[in-house]
């Protein structure tokens, strides 16, 4: 999502650079863009209105009028973030009644677990040359707590940025895994979606949406309250590694000893 590419942008350019300035402003001002002329972003920014253009086009989006549609979504998709706490209760309450709902829902996900593609999904990580991650929002941050762990164990992990513009060299045995929660990526970036389609590299899609359409293969966290969808992700990423580390361990781990890279 939109939030996404800002952050990389704030965190990879110079705090001076316009790309920066821009990022910036809109960031803080999110809420006002979509009654924001071109114009009226330019003068705040105090750029002109053809780098605002030439921003939005570098963000992936065809023009200004596209951006700000973008902006909207990212709006409507936070009013329906869940609340997991009730404003009526104290912090003990609360917690009790998180602590209920989360153990409901663990207990759920772990009798429903597709445990057949589950493994088949750590075993072609696990023998995979390495492994592109594409995720948004909350997503994320679970891909950086990927690449960590598995490239502790030799396997490479790149993160693809936002609108995946970015060119690499894909070996035949790289694996594409997208992350998308709640399968919002594909409603958002569908010419991003067709991109990685169109790569004939082996592909997964991880999400708690099961009516989510794909075409190549796909891993549904069963999930019975889409409130909590987002720690049910959590849960079966923390699987997944600690499965790969189990295989790894078996074998003498010889990722590290090879130091495959892509």
Not at 128 to 135: D, K, N
Request: contains cysteine; aromatic residues 12%; charged residues 25%.
């Amino acid at each position: 999502m939109i939030d996404s590419k800002l952050n990389d942008i704030l965190n990879s350019y110079d705090c001076n650079d316009s790309s920066y300035i821009i990022s910036d402003y809109i960031k803080k001002n999110m809420k006002k863009i979509p009654a924001l002329s071109i114009g009226e972003v330019a003068k705040s920014c105090f750029v002109s209105k053809g780098q605002i253009s030439k921003f939005v086009k570098k963000l992936g989006y065809e023009s200004y009028p596209d951006f700000k549609d973008a902006c909207i979504d990212y709006l409507e998709a936070q009013i329906q973030k869940p609340e997991y706490f009730i404003s009526e209760y104290d912090l003990k309450k609360n917690v009790k009644r998180f602590t209920f709902q989360y153990i409901e829902m663990m207990q759920s996900l772990v009798l429903n677990m597709d445990y057949e593609t589950l493994n088949q999904l750590i075993t072609n990580i696990f023998n995979s040359r390495g492994i592109c991650l594409f995720a948004q929002g909350e997503a994320r941050a679970i891909c950086q707590i990927l690449q960590i762990e598995l490239g502790n164990l030799g396997i490479p992990i790149s993160i693809n940025n936002t609108d995946f513009s970015r060119n690499f060299y894909y070996h035949e045995d790289v694996m594409i895994l997208i992350i998308s929660i709640n399968g919002r990526s594909f409603e958002f970036n569908k010419s991003v979606i067709r991109k990685i389609l169109n790569m004939t590299n082996e592909t997964w899609v991880i999400t708690c949406n099961r009516e989510l359409s794909f075409p190549k293969k796909k891993y549904v966290v069963s999930t019975t309250k889409s409130d909590l969808n987002e720690f049910a992700m959590r849960f079966v990423i923390d699987i997944i590694i600690a499965g790969v580390k189990e295989m790894s361990a078996q074998q003498g781990n010889p990722k590290i000893k090879e130091n495959k890279s892509f």
